[in-house]
């Protein structure tokens, strides 16, 4: 397995742990997982990464393609490249998505998978469509309009609009000011879920132990988490009280608790 996309990555924790990989959610980058990280790090060697059009690499891998399977690909390449030959995964929104594909595509590589507020993609053509259309006209305001104006109407999605009143959310805020619109741009056309092709019907497939991680408030995931287990037998759903889309943000330390608990057992 060789992929021509590069990512950029960082280590956090003793050698002799075991890995956790952790991929970060659409104008995320790896380090939104700091507070998850300093949680663990006494226990786990924690590898994050700055998928394509975010953080560090975003300035990387212009030409190539950024779909999920390519995606996929230069993740399997840099575990290879680390010499890493199996390690625990926890996946958050479009990471939960990259994740969810990553263990039914290779499976030898991971032996427990946290999923935070992920799907497994829509499952007709015509949902897949009408997204694609929407992200690309998302897509063209990215590259046209005025990123602040862009991201405050982003957060004002009712899937967001509980973070509006978490004390740092300002700070997140600032933070996602930092990203290239260009690089975002690219990711939704070529990373968004309208672009993958749909994985519910290969959820029954799933062997290894998978947790689903959801907010109390956010309805339209708890649901989709709970239609996921009905189809995969090694899924649990854990819901975390007071908490909406990005739990991992909201609740820090109730998240934390959670993934160490599931991969202590």
Sequence with gaps: MNSELSLTRQFVGAEDRPVILFLHGFLGSGAEWEDIVSFLADDYRCLTVDLPGHGK????????????????AAVITLLNELTIEKCFLV???????????LIL???????????ESASPGLKTAAERQERIARDNLLADKLENGDFEKFLTDWYRQPLFRDLLNHPRFREMFKKRLKNDPTGLAKSLREMGTGCQS????????????????????????????DGMASLCSTATVEVIKGC?????????????TEVEKFLSV
Aim: proline content about 5%.
């Design 57 to 72: 690499t975003a300035g990387l891998n212009r030409e190539p393609d950024w779909g999920m399977e390519n995606t996929a």
């Design 91 to 101: 996946g958050y929104s479009m990471g939960g998505r990259l994740a969810l594909y």
């Design 105 to 115: 595509r290779y499976q030898q590589y991971f032996s427990k998978v946290v999923l």
């Design 198 to 225: 749909s994985l519910w019907d290969k959820l029954p497939q799933n062997k290894i132990p998978l947790l689903l991680v959801v907010g109390e408030k956010d309805a339209k995931f708890r649901s989709i988490a």
């Design 244 to 256: 909406g889309h990005n739990v991992h943000f909201e609740e820090p330390g109730k998240f934390a």
